[in-house]
């Protein structure tokens, strides 16, 4: 699986992005696709996360409320469209493949496959 990320950039606090993740390669009904970010210094940390198949979707108490994922079915990728944009949302932004189990969606662990970067940054 290979996992193109694009959507980044600066936006004033209150403002949104969508970030997109281009996926190829072969994917399973098991397959589920998450965004994870990492501030300077900090731990990579889950976001959201979408099960390929079904569609199930699961967030972090960050997120919830103002960001959502999604299926892009006609460019098949994954889409982050986030709202109500924050200082603290400021990252690098990373998408991932995996197949975790429905319980265990935001363990970065469980992701084996990662796109490369896209930088957000959220001024106050």
Request: net charge positive; proline share 2%.
């Amino acid at each position: 699986v290979q996992l193109q990320a694009s959507g980044g950039g600066l936006v004033q606090a209150g403002g949104s992005l969508k970030l997109s993740c281009a996926i190829s390669g072969r994917t399973t009904g098991s397959t589920a696709v998450a965004w994870f970010r990492q501030a300077p210094g900090g731990d990579r940390e889950f976001v959201a996360a979408i099960r390929w198949a079904s569609r199930t979707t699961s967030y972090s108490d960050s997120a919830k409320g103002r960001f959502t994922i999604s299926r892009n079915y006609a460019e098949n990728a994954v889409e982050l469209q986030m709202t109500s944009l924050r200082p603290e949302d400021t990252a690098v932004y990373y998408c991932a493949a995996g197949s975790p189990i429905l319980s265990a969606l935001g363990d970065v662990r469980l992701y084996h496959y990662w796109g490369q970067g896209t930088q957000v940054t959220v001024s106050s």
